[in-house]
């Protein structure tokens, strides 16, 4: 996922009940101007972490990061985080590896998936136990559409002049979930590209000429499903919510009345005007506040667990016990 820009206003942000929130005009809203004017995260950056820093987004090579969960739990510790949560795509095959080194480590290990949901939207579980339950159940089926996606991808690879097969790919990703990065590993490794950025605007992005839509489920259908597993559901990277003419606000209103408990306001790459924003929109609504780098590793090198990019991520434990207040 891109960072978002640091000059970025929401989209669809300036409703009238969010110029309300914000205490500023619609010219200004649109302008970025006046979110100062309320209490929000630091903008500047740090290199100390604070005491009982965590993490809540983060992605392993079970899915499409470059760590094994053991690694990424000894690099929490090694930053000096409290807590990590492992929240892979569409699965948690490395909760039960990361739990053990957690417990090794001395650090809590929050166990969550993401889930993706069509139009840009990605939810983030939190405190989702593995094994049987309403959400866990089904992203099996989601898997399952991953595999045909991914075969239908190598076909149009093929197709491009691409010489590439699905076990290369499957390879790359050695366990798990078969993910979009590994395919640019793979692409890179061949030449055919020279970067993560190339093969994705290129081949694998929404606008590539290789990529295949796979198989998702609503957020209206994941929230309650979420709440039923004892989850805590928090909704991911906003500013890739694709909401057509829709006002956000109006979006996480109905959101939350399906039971989305927070919303990511600290996240790479926004700056103080979008996190002020963001935190006075969750505060209208009711929701919590919630944060993490969305760390992947080597496939994301301009990111560090723990910190964002250059510092501009630093998620407080309090955040983590608001959250898991809601913990049902």
């Known amino acids: 996922m891109r960072a978002a820009s640091a000059t970025d206003v929401p989209p669809n942000f300036c409703t009238t009940s969010a110029i309300g929130l914000l205490g500023v005009s619609r010219r200004e809203c649109r302008e970025g101007v006046g979110a100062g004017r309320r209490g929000g995260a630091d903008t500047k950056h740090t290199d100390t972490l604070p005491p009982m820093a965590v993490d809540l987004h983060t992605h392993s090579r079970i899915s499409d990061g470059s760590d094994t969960p053991s690694e990424l739990v000894a690099l929490a510790a090694e930053e000096g985080l409290s807590a990590v949560a492992l929240t892979d795509h569409d699965t948690q095959e490395g909760i039960a590896e990361a739990r053990e080194?957690?417990?090794?480590?001395?650090?809590?290990?929050?166990?969550?998936?993401?889930?993706?949901?069509g139009r840009g939207t990605h939810l983030v579980a939190l405190f989702l136990e593995p094994g049987p339950g309403p959400l866990q159940d089904r992203l099996a089926g989601i898997r399952h559409g991953r595999e045909t996606r991914n075969a239908r991808m190598v076909e149009r690879l093929?197709?491009?002049g691409i010489d590439i097969t699905i076990d290369e790919v499957e390879q790359e990703a050695r366990v798990?979930?078969?993910?979009?990065?590994?395919?640019?590993?793979?692409?890179?490794r061949k030449g055919a590209v020279e970067t993560m950025n190339e093969?994705?605007?290129?081949?694998?992005?929404?606008?590539?000429?290789a990529y295949v839509p796979r198989g998702t489920f609503s957020i209206e259908e994941a929230l309650p499903l979420a709440r039923a597993s004892g989850a805590v559901p928090v909704l991911a990277h906003p500013h890739t919510a694709e909401l057509g003419d829709e006002p956000l606000f109006d979006y996480l209103v109905r959101l939350k009345d399906l039971g989305l408990v927070g919303m990511e306001v600290l996240y790479p790459g926004y700056d103080g005007v979008r996190r002020n924003a963001y935190r006075a929109l969750?505060?209208?609504?009711?929701?919590?506040?919630?944060?993490?780098?969305?760390?992947?590793?080597?496939?994301?090198?301009?990111?560090?667990?723990?910190?964002?990019?250059?510092?501009?991520?630093?998620?407080?434990?309090s955040v983590l016990d608001d959250l898991r207040a809601h913990v049902r």
Do not use: W
């Open 199 to 209: 093969a994705f605007d290129r081949y694998l992005g929404n606008r590539g000429a």
């Open 282 to 317: 969750a505060d209208g609504v009711g929701l919590l506040v919630s944060g993490g780098s969305d760390h992947h590793g080597a496939y994301k090198p301009h990111i560090r667990l723990g910190r964002g990019i250059d510092g501009d991520v630093v998620v407080p434990e």
């Open 158 to 160: 093929v197709e491009l």
């Open 176 to 188: 798990g979930v078969v993910g979009r990065p590994h395919f640019a590993a793979v692409l890179i």
């Open 101 to 117: 080194a957690a417990a090794r480590a001395d650090i809590e290990l929050i166990p969550g998936v993401e889930v993706s949901c």
